[in-house]
């Protein structure tokens, strides 16, 4: 057997690990294993997993956890990028004080984008951007913070999709 199809076969073997795992310290060290193999792909599961494992279950409703998954992926990027421990702090902040809808308004309608939109962007994460969850529920927000969701997005060379009905 070549290395290159072990290799694939321990990638795919990984992935498979990864669906079942609902563990954040677990998958952390499969991130770290997948980042020393120098598997992107093993490594994005993995992360993507982790940051729904850490985001709960505990949320009112999906734009609620979707917005938390949001969250977890830029704190734990900030995280790894920083060497310690990042929380953002003030968007917790404006979540407890005026709620999920409204914060992630103010997110699209800002003159500039945020910090995090911007690291999201750079990391290929443009799904889990305040943006994309606005996106993924038109029904919650007014037609001009969809559209200024929208051009945020697309200004930043970011490919839209359709709202998944199904959800």
Do not use: Y
Not at 39 to 46: G, I, K, L, Q, Y
Not at 66 to 92: M, P, Q
Not at 103 to 115: F, G, M
């Amino acid at each position: 057997m070549t290395s290159d199809r072990k290799f694939e076969e321990q990638e795919q073997a990984a992935l498979v690990r990864i669906e079942t795992l609902d563990d954040a310290d677990k998958l952390k060290n499969l991130m770290n294993n997948a980042k020393r193999m120098g598997s992107e792909t093993v490594f994005d599961a993995a992360f993507r997993r982790r940051v729904a494992v850490l985001s709960g279950d505990d949320h009112d409703t999906p734009i609620a956890f979707d917005f938390w998954r949001s969250i977890h992926t830029l704190e734990s990027a900030l995280s790894d990028e920083r060497g310690k421990a990042t929380r953002l702090t003030r968007t917790r902040q404006k979540l407890a004080r005026a709620g999920v809808q409204k914060t992630l308004a103010d997110l699209a309608v800002a003159p500039k984008p945020s910090e995090g939109f911007d690291l999201l962007i750079e990391r290929n994460l443009s799904d889990l951007t305040a943006e994309a969850v606005i996106l993924r529920f038109p029904e919650e927000f007014e037609k001009d913070i969809r559209i200024a969701a929208e051009q945020r997005l697309l200004s930043a060379g970011c490919t839209l999709q359709e709202p998944d009905k199904e959800a």
